[in-house]
């Protein structure tokens, strides 16, 4: 999903690439964007469908617009659909995201320490599900926007404990999509001189927070008295 301009083409055509070479078989790589400008011709550009979501003055819309994925008819596509953030790097095989058992599965949403009691929620980077299944996620948010935005945080917290209420949740094993930031990234001080690593295991590597794949690739960390090596790694595996 691409909308906005924080996004260029060149992520949709990397991501295409990368999936294209660690899954077997045959897909359909679909774009649900407002702009499919630059798009390379092998993916599917089809409209964000309307969220008819009611923002304040200057208020940003953010990733709720993923919600939309939901629809109990999107743009009648039919099947199985992986959802991909266009900011994750693949670094091994995806066939086991699509064998994988679960209904609804997602990423356990990595630990923080100050957080305690039971983890619920998932990072939604990266989520399996059956087309037109799970529209009443959809349908229950259009019905109670205000509600939700105060009780939940962010889209991935209200999905997370609405399928979980229905005891629909499942995650993908923990290594399988390790974070950039928190897996990648070598032991103080050892950063300044070892340079960021692939887990082993690792599929899908996340990049949430300040780093993202061009920053990791030169080496850069947008946060104040933080180091990273270049992670090389990035540039042999985000091409398309």
């Known amino acids: 999903m691409k909308w906005g301009t924080k996004y260029g083409p ?3 055509n990397r991501l295409y690439g990368m999936v294209r070479r660690h899954l077997s078989g045959d897909f359909n790589f679909v774009c649900l964007t407002d702009d499919g400008h630059g798009i390379r011709p092998e993916v599917q550009c089809l409209p964000i469908p309307p969220l008819n979501l009611h923002l304040k003055p200057g208020q940003r ?3 709720w ?6 629809e109990a008819d999107l743009h009648g596509l039919r099947g199985t659909a992986l959802f991909l953030d266009l900011d994750v790097v ?5 066939d086991g995201f699509f ?18 009691g039971e983890r619920i929620v998932g990072n939604s980077s990266v989520y399996r599900f059956a087309l037109g299944a799970h529209a009443d996620v959809l349908a229950h948010f259009r019905g109670h926007m205000g509600e939700v935005q105060r009780e939940y945080r962010n889209e991935q917290e209200f999905l997370s404990h609405f399928l ?8 993908w094993p923990a290594a399988w999509c390790p974070s950039f930031k928190y897996h990648c990234i070598p032991a103080w001080p050892t950063n300044y001189w070892k340079p960021p690593f692939v887990p082993p295991d690792a599929r899908i590597v996340i990049f949430h927070g300040e780093v993202n794949p061009p920053d990791a690739l030169a080496g850069k960390r947008n946060k104040r008295f ?4 270049p992670a090389l790694w990035v540039g042999e595996a985000w091409k398309a």
């Open 99 to 116: 064998t994988q058992p679960g209904e609804f599965l997602i990423i356990h949403d990595y630990p923080r320490f100050w957080r305690f």
């Open 90 to 94: 693949v670094v091994g095989s995806l």
């Open 65 to 70: 617009k993923k919600l939309t994925t939901f």
């Open 164 to 171: 979980h209420r229905q005891g629909k949740l499942s995650y």
């Open 61 to 63: 819309d953010g990733a």
């Open 226 to 229: 933080a180091h990273i090596q």
């Open 10 to 12: 060149e992520y949709v």
